[in-house]
């Protein structure tokens, strides 16, 4: 009987071993797609401050043709 609860005890302790190691893993999962949804992020966030200057130099050289062309 003893050797019985001793298997109990392992085979528990197996399956503790194993859950813990599949909540490590899925959590290293949440953690990658974390940090890829940031990068994602930053990505856009730089596009957009790019198209923005784009923007903003663009619309700097309509206000100068426009200037030029009030002045003739």
């Known amino acids: 009987m ?3 609860n ?3 005890s392992q085979a528990s302790d197996v399956v503790d071993d194993v859950s813990n190691a ?3 893993f ?3 999962g949440i953690s990658s797609q974390a940090k890829l949804e940031k990068l994602n992020d930053k990505v ?3 596009e957009s401050n790019a198209r ?3 923007w903003k130099e663009s619309s700097k050289n309509l206000v100068k043709l426009i200037n030029s062309s ?3």
């Open 2 to 4: 003893y050797r019985g």
């Open 6 to 8: 001793r298997l109990d």
């Open 22 to 24: 599949a909540a490590e």
């Open 26 to 28: 899925a959590l290293m």
């Open 44 to 46: 856009k966030l730089e």
């Open 52 to 54: 923005f200057d784009k």
């Open 70 to 72: 009030n002045d003739s």
